[in-house]
């Protein structure tokens, strides 16, 4: 029965129901055609048979009374009156038996009843006095009478023939009441007749209104029946079509698509549906492949993490996951090109699949980055088995281009389930543990702790508040200053951002400056700076103290920000600043992954400024001596590693000899951070270093006590002076 009812909510029901809908209306049309036909039969031979009876009873009426009453008819014989030919109405209209006798012919004749009406003066009416009615018991029934009210009652009156339904004895007879007039005219009674109640004349009418409706149902009840179970057969086909496409949409489908034999249209939908799961399995290798490795991509990833991590989180299935990224691999496709880098990422494919063994799922996510689902049946146990197969992925060269290629790799590693209980948070921590593989210096396996998670928040955390720091201008500069060892007079002095969070209080450059540079914000920190560098100077000179230079750090990304240029001259050009007092550091790592002439063009821009520059941290780095001889510094900063302890370790003096030579042979001044001590600086001095800065001198202040320490350290060197002498 519910399958009966299932079909019926679909196409079969659909069908079914206009197909019930049209055959209804053809027999109720055709029904109706002959119900009206039989209608307007029925009330034609009822019309006749009372016009009949109408005449024969004023015929019979003159004719045995033709000695009492002659009959009135119109022209075409239909009776209008029975008049009186003399003598008093009250006489004429009183009950005899010949009236009685009269009336039993006329019903006789006519099939129906008779009865005759003498008008009463006193009431109005017409009282009965004689009829062919009789009580069960063959007595008279009780009198009765047409008055007011009655529906022949209106003619009657007015002397007019009266045709149609009366009431007798609580039901409608069709009657015809003929005026009965005195010898003047004037209305004194009445002939009525009739052929029989109303309802037994239409009995034939009723009856096939009935049979009608009972065959009309039992045909609707067949046609929908048959309607249903032919249908839902011949629709059967379409069904499984349907189910087979819904499993198509789920990837669920197995086997063939069915009825592609059959060559009516089922077939021909069969077969379109065939070519949309070829086309579907095309576009699948497509969209979830990649071309190069003929590995999963991303998509395939990140399908197959969800499926893994469904599996894990129920206890059906261990799984690890792997985020493996190729150590230096950019070098790899600048040494050998790109084509050679594409065939390695397919060498490196191969390998991965063969570590991972059979089942794991493996994909390419980027350049030279893949990831790695791996089945186990212990994730505990099994993890260390799954480190030591991808560290060894790698261990043996790759035969590129006539020539072997040693590769490394950094390695993230989770456990599903354990590690993360969702897709998202499963990739994020395998990512997690991969970064910190790749900061290790790579050639490095790390497995995901929830410790690295809470680092990254916490860099999260400093990253929304120094990029509101920036933007509510909490950073503030401190001022370190250059000292000229020979003199203690002022060289110059440097820029140092400090932020102090009006929560966390002071958060250390080594803290914020990392971030900044990570994600960016070095370049809003660095314009933020430059720019409070140059209104700072502005106010000193305003003030009169000369502090000869202010030096300000620049991060390579900002300096290769394609404005950076009009930014410095913007900010110089706003505070009234000439050029020569403000000296931008840069750092070595400016040299790497840049041609020397966009480092020249890039710095020439600054010079043609007037701005001086310099080589901050000089020796840790890369820079060489042709880009010192080639580009236009003004000043080496010697980095702090070079200093300490200077005074007592010869292989450092001796180095810093060597710089200070060069240095002076290029024609550079020589500026040597993070002097503490008076040995490390009488040591630089002695050496020949144009100015020292570090503890020892100052510590970085606010510009409001800078011209205060300055002048401290000049008078300690004059009353040094005034000891010695």
């Known amino acids: 029965m519910s399958r009966f009812f299932s079909l019926l909510k679909g196409i079969t ?95 006789k004749i006519n099939q129906g009843a008779a009865n005759l009406f003498r008008l009463n003066a006193d009431t109005g009416g017409f009282d009965r006095f004689a009829t062919t009615f009789r009580k069960p018991d063959g007595s008279m029934p009780p009198p ?56 037994d004349l239409t009995v034939a009418r009723n009856e096939l209104r009935t049979q009608i409706i009972i065959t009309t149902g039992l045909i609707l009840l067949l046609v929908a029946t048959f309607g249903v179970i032919n249908m839902g057969r011949e629709l059967k086909p379409l069904r499984r079509l349907a189910h087979y496409a819904d499993d198509l949409a789920a990837e669920t489908v197995s086997g063939e698509v069915p009825y592609k034999d059959r060559d009516d249209e089922v077939g021909v939908l069969a077969q379109g549906l065939e070519r949309v799961v070829a ?54 496709n600048d040494a050998y090109g790109q084509a050679a880098g594409d065939r390695l990422l397919a060498l490196v494919a191969a390998r991965l699949s063969e570590a991972a063994g059979p089942g794991a799922r493996v994909s390419r996510l980027a350049a030279d980055q893949f990831a790695l689902l791996i089945s186990v049946e212990n994730a505990a146990a099994s993890g260390h088995r799954v480190e030591k197969a991808l560290s060894r992925a790698l261990e043996a060269p790759f035969v590129l281009a006539a020539t072997e290629v040693h590769l490394t790799s950094s390695i993230g590693l989770i456990r599903l389930g354990r590690d993360a209980a969702g897709a998202d948070e499963a990739h994020r921590n395998a990512g997690l543990a991969l970064r910190r593989a790749r900061a290790q210096g790579g050639d490095h396996i790390v497995v995901f702790s929830p410790e690295m998670n809470d680092a990254l928040q916490d860099q999260l ?26 003199t203690n007079q002022l060289a110059g002095v440097e820029a140092l951002a400090r932020w102090t ?19 960016g914000q070095i370049v809003d920190l660095g314009t933020l700076v430059l720019d409070m560098a140059c209104a700072q100077a502005a106010k000193w000179r305003q003030a009169g103290f000369d502090f000869k230079h202010i030096s300000v750090n620049v991060s390579p990304v900002q300096l290769w920000q394609t404005n950076f240029v009009r930014t410095l001259k913007s900010a110089l050009k706003r505070h009234k600043v000439p050029g020569r007092d403000i000296c931008i ?29 310099a080589l901050d941290d000089f020796g840790t780095g890369y820079s060489s001596l042709g880009y010192l001889n080639r580009l236009p510094f003004d000043q080496l900063k010697v980095d702090r590693s070079f200093v300490t302890n200077i005074d007592t370790d010869v292989r450092k003096q001796k180095v810093m000899r060597g710089i200070v030579e060069l240095g002076h042979g290029l024609g550079f001044s020589i500026v040597v951070e993070g002097t503490e001590t008076r040995q490390e600086v009488d ?10 800065q570090g503890f020892y001198h100052a510590r970085p202040a606010p510009a409001l006590l800078i011209p205060d320490a300055v002048a401290r350290i000049e008078r300690a060197a004059l009353d040094k002076k005034a000891i010695s002498a």
């Open 461 to 486: 955390r400093m990253e929304r508040m120094l990029r509101e720091a920036i933007e509510k201008q909490e950073i503030e500069l401190y001022f370190q200053p250059q000292i000229e060892p020979a």
């Open 501 to 519: 969070h009006p929560v966390e209080g002071p958060i250390s450059p080594g803290v914020f400056i990392p971030v900044a540079e990570t994600t």
């Open 683 to 692: 040591m630089v001095e002695t050496m020949g270093c144009d100015a020292v």
């Open 13 to 107: 029901g659909r069908i079914t129901t206009r197909m019930v809908i049209i055959v209804s209306l053809s027999m109720m049309i055709t029904a109706g055609l002959g119900y009206l036909k039989l209608y307007q039969a029925t009330a034609t031979n009822s019309s006749i048979r009372i016009d009949r009876a109408a005449r024969a009873a004023a015929a019979l009426f003159s004719e045995k009374l033709d000695a009492e009453f002659t009959a009135i008819s119109d022209d075409e014989g239909r009776p209008l009156a029975i008049r009186l030919k003399g003598g008093d109405t009250a006489t004429a209209l009183t009950f005899r038996d010949e009236h009685d006798a009269l009336l039993a012919e006329i019903g």
């Open 144 to 199: 009765m009478s047409i008055s007011p009210g009655h529906p022949a009652y209106a003619n009657l009156i007015e002397n007019r023939p009266h045709l149609g339904e009366v009431p007798v004895m609580g039901r409608m007879r069709l009657a015809y009441l003929t005026p009965i007039q005195s010898a003047g005219g004037a209305i004194a009674g009445a002939l009525a007749v009739d052929v029989g109640w109303v309802d």
């Open 279 to 332: 086309l579907q399995n095309r576009l699948a290798h497509l969209a979830y492949t990649d071309t190069l490795t003929g590995l999963g991509n991303r998509s395939r990833y990140l399908a197959d993490l969800e499926a893994a991590l469904n599996q894990s989180l129920l206890g059906e299935r261990g799984w690890v996951l792997a985020h493996f990224d190729i150590d230096k691999f950019k070098q790899v």
């Open 585 to 613: 550091e840069i750092t070595e790592s400016v040299f790497v992954d840049n041609s020397e002439r966009r480092i020249a063009s890039a710095l020439a821009s600054i010079r043609a400024l007037g701005v001086a520059l």
